[in-house]
């Protein structure tokens, strides 16, 4: 299945795959190196200036990317994957694609690529407990499935922070175990903020990657320092959805992605999905891998 884009499989150690099982989610340190970081962040911050330095009204081309929000202190930006060849790295980089499909059960399809850069909100004050924009991409009855006792979802993101979070740095904050519960979101946040040890939240040094099943209730963390934070996200599905980034992608760059990686970028419309299931025991495929193993577009 690999052998012409090598890939890890299975991507999580037995301990990390039972963490991301109990909770939905779990944080992989040092997948990203500082200069990898550094680098990706240059690149989100460029494209942040050419977006806002366009004409007002104008409209997004193939291969553009976007403002999903665009307020003084936050900025979401999509459709990243042809603003720069490092988002097309990131967003075909082996070891991330491996988590994907480890989550997936099967083949993954890149569905969207986006980032955040944001400081903290204007109107923060101080507060004891504060309330998140929680949500989630998916239900569970539809995405989810398991397989030799592992839980599987066929929409998954891997969000790496590429800088710092400390714990007041507005890592990420999820539900912990909602992306098993069939249950109304509203009344499982209600219960996380009555017994707020049910609210995890991403406290990890830059490079390191969260994985989470698109079932688990998230969102952005309070940001209580005085530092930017940024991250970049890919989701993935499986080989049948669609892509749901807005623009398409260029002709130029849809001609040049290799044979290999075809049904990563563009999916298969077709009902097989390309299984892959490990046991929790099976031991990591440790091989690995930088981005520079990922593809970085037309030469
Ligand atoms: O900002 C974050 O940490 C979460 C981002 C998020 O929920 C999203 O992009 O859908």
Redesign the pocket.
């Known amino acids: 299945m690999d052998s012409a884009f090598p890939r890890p499989f299975p991507a999580l150690t037995p301990a990390q795959r039972y963490h991301f099982d109990v909770f939905g989610y779990v944080v992989v340190p040092g997948v990203l190196s500082p200069a990898e970081c550094a680098a990706i962040q240059a690149a989100m911050r460029r494209v942040r200036s050419e977006i806002r330095a366009r004409p007002a009204g104008q409209a997004q081309g193939p291969g553009e990317p976007k403002f999903?929000m665009d307020l003084p202190h936050h900025v979401?930006m999509g459709d990243l994957i042809e603003a720069d060849p490092l988002f097309a790295a990131y967003a075909t980089h082996p070891r991330l694609v491996g988590f994907a499909e480890e989550v997936i059960g099967g083949e993954a399809r890149i569905v969207e690529l986006?980032a955040?850069l944001?400081t903290q909100r204007p109107d923060y004050t101080p507060a004891e407990n504060p309330r998140f924009?929680f949500?989630n991409?998916t239900d569970v009855p539809f995405s989810s499935h398991t397989k030799h006792g592992l839980y599987h979802c066929n929409f998954v993101?891997t969000?790496t922070n590429l800088t710092e979070l400390g714990p007041d740095d507005?890592?990420?904050?999820v539900v912990a175990g909602s992306h098993k519960l069939d249950l109304p979101v509203e009344e499982m946040v209600a219960r996380a903020y009555e017994d707020r040890s049910l609210i995890h939240q991403?406290v990890a040094p830059a490079g390191s990657t969260?994985l989470f099943a698109e079932t688990l209730i998230?969102?952005?963390?309070q940001l209580r320092s005085d530092r930017e934070?940024a991250?970049i996200?890919t989701g993935y599905g499986s080989t049948m959805m669609p892509y749901w980034g807005g623009a398409p992608l260029t002709p130029t760059f849809t001609a040049a992605v290799p044979e290999s990686l075809r049904n990563l970028y563009f999916g298969k419309a077709h009902w097989t999905r390309g299984p892959r299931y490990r046991l929790l025991a099976d031991p990591v495929d440790a091989r690995t891998f930088t981005l520079a193993d990922g593809w970085h577009g037309p030469a």
Do not use: E, P, S
Request: no cysteine.
């Open positions: 999903i979401f986006n955040h944001n924009d949500h991409g993101k969000l507005g890592g990420t904050v991403v969260l998230h969102a952005t963390g934070r991250i996200i």
